[in-house]
């Protein structure tokens, strides 16, 4: 991409760049992206920011790992949780409202409760569950934020994201033999697309689940995902929910005729 303007770096009276701190060296690349019509690749970055390589690449790691930027294979965006000051307020709400006749539709067709989610780091934020009276069969809460690797939906996104983020924000978090089973099974999941199926059998709650991720220019943007006590059919559900994220899909990237297959690399 072309980028559309230079930031200019900061300067002493004497036309000397002056030494940034971390504070600095972050606000810059927020500024950066805030300025930027497009996804930004890491010399994008570096030539917005002044920055050396080593040192955009680091702290851009950093930003990716609290939610402040997401890294797709086209380069870099602002994320989920970056400050308003300079970030997307209201992407979250263009994803809810896509989303929402969707939800009802699939609750309608299965009766089991349907959700919407989106990946921010480690964890999967819930934006959405409509469920009626059975929502409360399904312990999930809109708002909630839990380990993407413990989620059906997170699972599904995770696919998404290339096996190096997933070390990046999971390694710590799990024991080494959870990290290769976890790479083991995201690696089928890329195979199918990024459909995750988790049945009721393999879950002490009994709760079978299945989720889909709704696909953007980028990679995933969200996730869709059923959940019911006992079992769900994965021939008769799976094709309903590819349905439903190709439609939410469509509303929100009405522009564009074809989209990148999610999972693919």
């Known amino acids: 991409m072309s980028v559309a ?15 940034l701190g971390v504070v600095g060296r972050v606000t810059r690349i927020l500024d950066a992206f805030s300025e930027a019509p497009d996804l930004l690749m890491l010399e ?17 790691g950093q930003l990716v790992d609290e939610g402040w930027i997401e890294h797709h294979t086209r380069g870099y965006r602002l994320g989920p949780e970056a400050p308003t000051l300079t970030g997307r307020p209201g992407e979250h709400q263009d994803v809810r409202v896509a989303a929402a006749e969707s939800l009802n539709e699939l609750h309608a067709a299965t009766g089991a409760v349907a959700h919407l989610s989106v990946l921010e780091g480690d964890r999967v934020h819930y934006l959405d569950k409509i469920g009626g009276s059975a929502a409360r069969s399904v312990p999930s809460r809109v708002g909630a934020r839990i380990l993407a690797s413990d989620t059906v939906s997170g699972r599904a996104l995770l696919a998404c994201q290339p096996p190096e983020y997933v070390d990046r924000v999971l390694r710590s978090r799990l024991s080494p033999g959870a990290i290769i ?3 083991r099974d995201l690696a089928g999941a890329r195979q199918r697309r990024g ?8 879950t002490p709650s009994t709760i079978s689940s299945i989720a889909v991720p709704i696909a953007g220019p980028a ?7 059923l959940a019911t006590p006992g079992e769900l059919s994965p021939a008769r559900v799976i094709p309903l929910l590819l349905g439903q994220s190709q ?15 999610t999972g693919s690399r």
């Open 5 to 19: 303007a230079v930031l200019p770096l900061p300067q002493t009276t004497s036309g000397r760049r002056t030494p």
């Open 44 to 60: 994008d970055v570096m030539a917005l920011t002044g920055l050396p390589r080593s040192t955009a690449f680091r702290i851009l």
């Open 181 to 183: 089973d976890l790479h």
């Open 195 to 202: 459909i995750v199926h988790i049945p009721a059998a393999a």
């Open 219 to 225: 990679g995933a943007v969200a996730a869709l995902s």
């Open 247 to 261: 439609r939410v899909t469509t509303a929100l990237f009405p522009g564009r005729r074809t989209l990148r297959r």
